[in-house]
C-alpha cells in the first residue's frame, strides 16, 4: 500500500503503485494519459474548519507531462472521459479515510457528458464499495465540462437525478468572462471556481475571483473558490462572496491551454 499525502497534508491510504501510476490509459488518438490524485480540504470561511475533503484528478501526458486541465477536456472524447471518470471513483474506492476523515463529506468530480448517460450514473456507487447509503450520506458530486452549450432543462434533469442518490450536487464553473452564465436558470447547492485555471499574476487571480464573485452571487447557498496559490487569497475569495475555499500548491509543469 503507498500512502499519499494530499496538498492540504490530510493523508489517506490508496492501492499499489508500481512504475506508471495505475490510472493510465491510451486514448481514442493513442495518446497516454496518466492520473494522479490529490485530497484537498474545503474551508468554511464561517467557521474556519474543514467542512469536506475534495478528490482533485490532474491528467498528465505521460511523454511531455503536460497538465491537460478541467477546462480542456471538450478536446477528448467521451470515452476518454468516461474513462478519467472511472479512474477517479476507483481512487475514491481505494481511500481508507481515519475515523474523523470518514465524517467528513467526499467530494468526486465527474463530468457532465458522463453523469448524463445511465452507465455513468450507476458507476457512482463504486466510489464507495456499492454502498447506497455512504453515497447518500456523504459523497457530494462535482459536475464538470458544464458550458453556455449544456441544455438548462438537462442539466436540471440530471442534478435532480444525482440529488437522489447523493448529499449533494455542486457544479464547476469553466473559466472566463461569462463564468455564470449557464447555470443563470440552474439551481445547485454550490457553485465552484479553480482559480488553478487562471493564467497570469497574483492580481490576476485576485481580478478573477472578485470579477467571479461578482457574477455567482444569488445563484447557490455555496460559493467555493478553489486552487488558491496561497492562503492570503482566502481574504480576497472572502471578499468576493466566496463561502468556501480550498488551498494549492502550484503546479511544476505547464498547464495545456
Known sequence: MT????????EVTVGPSEGLPPWTFATSEQRILALDYSIEELVSLRHAATAALRIRPVVRHVKTSVIIPTWAYGRLTD?????????????????????????????????FRTLAGRRGRASLPEAVHGSAQALKTRVIVEVTEIN????????????????????GVFGRLQPGREAAAPFKDVRLQALAFDAGDVAGTDSDVAAALLEVGEQIQGLAPLLI?????????SDVAEV????????RAQETQKAQG
Open 79 to 111: 470515452s476518454d472521459v468516461e474513462a478519467i471518470d472511472r479512474a477517479t471513483l476507483d481512487f475514491a474506492s481505494r481511500l481508507r479515510p481515519s475515523e474523523a476523515e470518514a465524517k467528513l463529506p467526499l467530494i468526486i468530480p465527474q463530468s
Open 240 to 247: 468576493a462572496g466566496f463561502t468556501h475555499v480550498a488551498t
Open 225 to 233: 473558490a478553489q486552487g488558491l496559490p496561497a492562503e492570503g487569497f
Open 148 to 167: 453556455r452549450g449544456t441544455p438548462p432543462g438537462r442539466l436540471n434533469e440530471v442534478a435532480s437525478l444525482l440529488g437522489a442518490m447523493c448529499k
Open 3 to 10: 500512502d499519499v499525502a494530499g496538498e492540504s497534508g490530510v
